[in-house]
């Protein structure tokens, strides 16, 4: 690995705690006008520059991934029950649905089964959002990156599109880890994964599509729109990340995905210092025990390294 990929590597999970924070103060707002756009960290629930259950659940994949490769489904799973018991400010409805069985006793394939049953559309963006780990620890073989990066959603999100979804950034995050420039990466890694035809379609229509019809929902269509978008209508880091933040509504998981990818593609060095400087983050929730960039970077370092 040269020390290139190194900085991409590192760009990938600093970039994704970076846009997790970026985006929490926007979360559920409205889309902010362009002429206002936020561009550092801002006080919202959180201090500024704090990462939310995005990173969070990513960081319990990375635990998980680093205990046990390939992803050990039941390991995932009690991890995720830990950090729900620790009472996160944030956790997503179907998320917290799941999670509640498999803390409750169930095997976590009954507890994910018998919530999708009564939801079968439900195709939320929580296992994008987090699957970026599974991206750093198969750097280099992309079948066992494409298995763990669909397993990992299996667990909470096993719906077509989520799983897909969480295939297709892992995969664009592989191509942009070998410097593929970010269209190529990205056209890759839909040819690497078999998207839905819907989401394909997203895929491919979300370069021409316009600031104001972006709805940045929690539906994972909508973050993949986004993130395409905010990837292939910019060209740093900085700017894709800014972009996207600001469509508000889902702003900090939208950003958390934006970011991973984008960090991919521009490395760690291409990450306004400012944000860096400010990112932090309580892990394991609880344990007093503060995240900042320099920790973020020693976990991507060991995901990648064998
Ligand atoms: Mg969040």
Sequence with gaps: MDAE??????????????GDALGMPLEFGARVPA???????????LPAGTFTDDTEMA???????????PLDPADLAGRFVSWLQAGPPDVGIH?????????????????????????PDSAGNGSVMRSWPAALAHWDGLDALLADSRLQSRVTHPHVECVAASAWANAAIYYLLRGTGVQ?????????VDLPPALRAVVERAPSRQRHELKNSGWVRHTVESVVWGLLT??????????????????????????ALAGAAY????????????????????????????MLIDLADRLASR
Excluded: H
Aim: overall charge neutral.
């Design 5 to 18: 990929m190194r900085d991409r590597i590192a760009g990938c999970a600093v970039g994704a705690a970076v």
């Design 35 to 45: 002429d206002r756009l936020v561009r550092d960290m801002q006080l919202g629930r």
């Design 59 to 69: 960081l319990a994949l990375a635990e998980s991934l680093l205990a046990r490769r």
């Design 95 to 119: 998320t917290r649905s799941v999670l509640s069985g498999v803390a409750a006793g169930q095997d976590w394939r009954r507890a994910v089964e018998a919530v999708q049953q009564r939801k």
């Design 184 to 192: 190529e990466a990205l056209s890759k890694a839909t040819q690497a």
């Design 234 to 259: 910019t060209d740093s880091f900085a700017e894709a990340v800014v972009q996207v933040v600001n469509l508000g509504n889902d702003a900090d998981t939208a950003g958390a995905v934006v970011g």
């Design 267 to 294: 490395g760690l060095t291409a990450i306004p210092a400012s944000w860096r400087a400010a990112l932090r983050g309580e892990w394991p929730l609880g344990s007093g025990v503060y995240w900042d960039e320099s």
